[in-house]
C-alpha cells in the first residue's frame, strides 16, 4: 500500500500544471535573462585585462622597450603596447582606443591620459597603473644611473632587485573558484525553485484536510492511517522536486554555460536539500486549519519572494545589507542558507561551511515537518 501511494502521489503532482511553470519553465525564463544581461559583465568591470597603450620613441630607448617587451606577454600581460608616432598617438587617445600614452625619450618616460585625478571608472584605474608604472620606470633608472656613476661593481645586484619589482601584475588567487559576482543570483535563482516547492508541501497538507479538497475527504474516509497517507505524500513531492531542481542546475549549467565550479554533484544535493526545506515549510502553511486555500498560497509565494528578496535575487548586494544591519537574518532566511552553501562550495576548499548550511536547512525541514505533523494529527470532522 505504501509504495501505491507514492507512485501515484509522484503521477499526481508531474501532472500539476503550476509545477511545469513554476518549477520548470521559470527558472529556463529567468535564468536565460540573467545569462543574457550579465554576460561579460564580470570580465569587462571586475576582471584585469592588460591595458591598451601608445607608444612614443625618441632617441635610445633600447633599455626601454626590453621592460615593455617582457611587460606585454603571456597571460598576465599588464599591457598591450603599439608603437606609433605623436600625431597618430593622440588620435588613438582621443578615440578612446587607448588609455595613455608613454613618451620615451632617451629612457626617460613621461605620459598623456585623458581623465581627471580621481577618476574611479576603470579608465581611470588604467590610467593610474600606467601613471604607477611611469613613476616607477624612472625611479628605478636614477637608481641604476646612479649606481654606474657611484658604485658599479654593485650594479648587477642593483638590476636583479629591481627586475622583481616589475613583477607588477602576478597572480595571487585567493580561492580556485569562479570570482563572478553575477554568479550569485544564479544561486539566487535555485534558492528560488527550491523554495517555490511550497506549493508542492501546501498541496500536501490541503489534501490531507477533508473541510478544503473533496481528495482530503476521501482520504480522511480510507482506512489508510493518516501518518502514512502524509509521509508518501511528502516523499512523493520531494522525488519531483528533486527531479525539477536536477533540470533546473543541468540547463543552467550545460545549457547556459553558468559555471558553478568543479564540485557540481554537490551543488544538486544542495539544491534538493533547500527542495525539502521548500516543500516543508508549505506543508507548515498548509496544516493551519484556520486559514483558507487562497489566503494560504498568498502566504507561501510572499514568504518565498521576501526571502529570496531579502538573499538578493532583486538586488545584487541586499544580503551583505542585512549582513551589516541584521546579521543574524541571514542564518535563518531559507533562501540565504541555501544561497550560502552554493557559495561556500565556489569558493572553500574544505567542505565545513557548506556542511554547516546543508545542515541547518536539514534541521530547519526537520522542524517543519514536526510542527505539520502536530497541527495535523488529530484533526477530526463532524461530517464530511
Known sequence: MFLHNLKY??????????????????????????????????????????????????????????????????????????????????KLLEEKKISGILHAVDEQVSITVASAEGDTSVEGIRQTIIKSFAEQYNANRSIIVDTVAHSPEKLGDVVSALSEDLKCNENIPLTNGNHDNMLSYFYNLIAMVALLGSDLGLGIAISSQGNLSAIGARKCCSPTRKIVSIITSLLGCIAVQTVCIIFSISFLAFVLRVDFGTKLPLVYL??????????????????????????????????????????????????????????????????????????????????????????????MSVIFMLIGFFLTRRRKYASL
Open 9 to 90: 502521489e509522484f503521477l499526481q503532482n508531474i501532472r500539476a500544471k503550476s509545477l511545469i511553470l513554476w518549477l520548470i519553465l521559470f527558472p529556463i525564463i529567468l535564468g536565460t535573462f540573467f545569462k543574457i544581461a550579465f554576460s561579460g559583465i564580470y570580465e569587462t568591470t571586475t576582471k584585469f585585462a592588460a591595458v591598451p597603450i601608445a607608444i612614443v620613441e625618441q632617441g635610445s630607448t633600447e633599455n626601454f622597450r626590453s621592460v615593455m617587451d617582457s611587460l606585454s606577454e603571456g597571460d598576465d600581460a599588464l599591457f598591450t603596447a603599439e608603437y606609433t608616432d605623436e600625431e597618430n598617438a593622440l
Open 270 to 363: 544542495a539544491g534538493a536539500v533547500g527542495g525539502v526545506l521548500g516543500i516543508s515549510f508549505g506543508f507548515v502553511i498548509g496544516s493551519v486549519s484556520r486559514l483558507g486555500i487562497s489566503a494560504k498560497g498568498a502566504i507561501s509565494t510572499a514568504f518565498t519572494l521576501v526571502c529570496c528578496f531579502f538573499s538578493g535575487l532583486m538586488i545584487g548586494n541586499m544580503k551583505a545589507v542585512v549582513s551589516t544591519y541584521a546579521p543574524w537574518f541571514n542564518t535563518i532566511n531559507p533562501a540565504a542558507v541555501i544561497s550560502d552553501s552554493l557559495y561556500c562550495l565556489n569558493f572553500y576548499d574544505d567542505y565545513t561551511r557548506f556542511t554547516q548550511k546543508v545542515i541547518t536547512m536539514l534541521v
